[in-house]
C-alpha cells in the first residue's frame, strides 16, 4: 500500500495528502516555527472544514510545543495555537501588509 492508499479514513487519507503533495508556500513542519515569523493558517488537520483563522496572516511571538503564541497581523489580537490540529504556512510580508491595510472578508468558504 503506497502512502497515499489508506483503510478508507478520509482523515487518513487527507492528512496524507497535504503532507506529501509538492505545492509552492508548502506547510510548515512544527519545528519549522520561529519566533518573529510570518504565517498562516493552511488547514485544519483531518477536516475539510474552513475555520475563520484560515489565511490570516500571523507574527510567532513565543513557542512552547505543542502550543504557540502568535499576533494576528492585521489587528494585533494575539491567539495560542495548538501545533497537533492546525496546518501552517509562510506567508510574505506583502501578504501580511495587504491584511493590515484592508483587513480581508471571509470567502465563501468560511
Request: some cysteine; hydrophobic content about 40%; glycine content about 8%.
Amino acid at each position: 500500500m503506497n502512502d497515499l492508499e489508506n483503510d478508507g479514513n478520509e482523515k487518513d487519507l487527507l492528512d496524507g495528502l497535504m503532507e506529501e503533495t509538492p505545492r509552492k508556500g508548502g506547510l510548515l513542519q512544527n519545528d519549522d516555527l520561529e519566533v518573529g515569523q510570518l504565517i498562516c493558517v493552511h488547514s485544519i488537520k483531518g477536516t475539510n472544514d474552513a475555520a475563520p483563522i484560515m489565511g490570516q496572516a500571523l507574527t510567532v511571538n513565543a513557542i512552547c510545543f505543542p502550543f504557540f503564541i502568535a499576533t494576528v497581523y492585521a489587528t494585533g489580537d494575539s491567539l495560542t495555537l495548538d501545533v497537533r490540529f492546525l496546518h501552517f504556512m509562510k506567508c510574505s510580508k506583502e501578504f501580511a501588509d495587504a491584511q493590515k491595510s484592508a483587513a480581508p472578508r471571509r470567502g465563501p468558504q468560511a
